[in-house]
């Protein structure tokens, strides 16, 4: 596939091999896992998106005709929403310098919230494993609970009821997690950063032109 875009002027398909020469960049954007399937302006790593659709030929195929294609850019002004159009219009009027000064302020400011949240979820990852586990111990004893007689049925009980109130509690928190990880996503992309990048590229292009 990766041929079928080989003279295309604006997209481009790359398999990069992450246990080899691609591994830093594999890190870079957050894989994980493989195969896994990116895509975006490579132009902004962090802002890179998760593919989960079909993965046929014909699917992937369909859906890089679709989505791969110009981004907002003074040259391509067409690409951009009316949104993108006045942040990019406002941006081009900063120097460079300016701009990626506040890119950097940005992106930190970013990287430190991520880093954050990467910690709490780890905490909470901790959290549902030891409650797995203890709900796998506690059902595997079910059987077992017959030949202890009433004493043992009450305490079995007791614990079933426990864990039973755990599970929502964890369950609260992984949703209150996933949302913060979608709202600082979604601040990431209105604070204009890969629109202030592609402005302060346009700008130091038109300055060395001059």
């Known amino acids: 596939m990766t041929d079928d875009f080989v003279d295309s002027k604006y997209s481009g398909v790359y398999d990069v091999d992450c246990t080899a020469d691609g591994k830093d960049l594999c890190e870079a954007v957050g894989v ?36 791969l294609g110009p981004g907002c850019t003074p040259s391509s002004l067409d690409a951009c929403s ?53 709900r796998t111990d506690h059902y595997a004893q079910q059987r077992n609970v017959k030949k202890g007689g009433e004493k043992a049925k009450t305490k079995w009980d ?18 209150k997690l996933d949302k913060e990880a979608a709202d600082l996503k979604e601040s990431y992309k209105a604070s204009g950063i890969k629109l202030m990048q592609v402005a302060a590229k346009a700008n130091k292009d038109k300055k060395a032109e001059l």
């Open 32 to 67: 994980s896992g493989y195969p896994t399937i990116k895509y975006g302006d490579p132009s902004d790593l962090k802002a890179l998106q998760d593919y989960s659709g079909g993965r046929s030929y014909d699917d992937l195929k369909k859906f890089a005709d679709e989505t």
């Open 82 to 134: 009316d949104e993108e159009r006045n942040q990019l219009e406002g941006f081009l009027k900063e120097s460079s310098e300016a701009l990626l000064e506040r890119v950097k302020k940005l992106q930190k400011k970013s990287s430190d919230a991520q880093k954050k949240l990467d910690k709490q979820k780890r905490k909470l990852a901790d959290k549902w494993e030891i409650h797995n586990d203890e």
């Open 158 to 175: 007791a614990n079933d009821i426990k864990l039973n109130e755990i599970r929502p509690k964890l369950q609260v928190e992984q949703d």
